[in-house]
């Protein structure tokens, strides 16, 4: 690992984690759901769920606002699909509202800052996330108190590309001035040992496991489909020092 000059993460799973991703999904759910009946709409919590489940997938909503990221792109176009038309200048605060309840009860791994903090005293990091709203990636990292801890952070919603597509990484090394082929990747799901693969990257998965050995909630739900030769396997960020001799 010698040849190693960057490492970067990823963020929700890998850094970030929480101890009821089942529970975060449904308060965020309902909370989604409670704001969009306060402008108007008229669709049960059950209905809504169903339209939630296809809400990230498909193409980019054809709109061209300014300033629109494109998680504000989708909710204007899922208002609009249960007969909600809602003014463009009410998408933001509805967007920046219902977006943080999404994180609640979500913390850093206990290990990240001090780990991260380690390898910056030889190598550049970075943070590399696919989300869609970028302003709440910024305030997130500022209530973790983590807004110094990279020397980069890069969100897919700003770069118009996300993981596995390798591009969503070209801002990070030109910010770094890191090659792909001198960096590691850190993720957790298969977009991330897809993406860093496709950029060139060195892949590293984390699958964590709890006391009782077994994997916790975000490891069950990352499906890693690639061969083990494909991927170098931690379990504890701390790992990562091991792994270059840190």
Avoid at 134 to 139: D, Q, V
Avoid at 203 to 220: C, H, M, T, Y
Wanted: glycine content about 8%; aromatic content about 10%.
């Amino acid at each position: 690992m010698d040849h190693i000059k960057g490492v970067f993460f990823d963020l929700h799973g890998t850094i970030l984690l929480s101890d009821d991703i089942d529970g975060a999904w449904d308060r965020w759910a309902r909370a989604f759901h409670a704001a969009l009946e306060e402008k108007g709409a008229e669709i049960s919590f059950d209905g809504f769920k169903a339209v939630l489940q296809n809400l990230f997938e498909g193409t980019v909503p054809d709109i061209h606002e300014a300033g629109f990221t494109l998680f504000m792109k989708r909710v204007k176009v899922l208002g609009e699909s249960i007969g909600l038309d809602l003014p463009k200048e009410e998408v933001r605060p509805l967007v920046d509202t219902i977006i943080k309840v999404w994180h609640q009860g979500m913390y850093l791994d206990e290990e990240a800052v001090p780990i991260i903090e380690r390898l910056k005293e030889k190598y550049k990091v970075g943070l590399v996330t696919n989300w869609e709203h970028t302003p709440r990636i910024y305030e997130l990292l500022g209530e973790l108190g983590a807004e110094e801890l990279f020397d980069c952070v890069v969100v897919s919603d700003s770069v118009g590309h996300a993981k596995p597509d390798p591009r969503v990484f070209n801002p990070a090394f030109n910010l770094t001035d890191v090659k792909a082929e001198e960096s590691l990747y850190v993720g957790d799901m298969d977009v991330d040992i897809e993406g860093a693969i496709n950029a060139g990257m060195q892949p590293v998965l984390i699958k964590r496991v709890d006391a009782n050995g077994d994997w916790d909630q975000f490891s069950e739900k990352s499906v890693c489909s690639y061969s083990d030769d494909q991927y170098i396997l931690i379990q504890r960020l701390s790992q990562l020092l091991d792994l270059l001799n840190c």
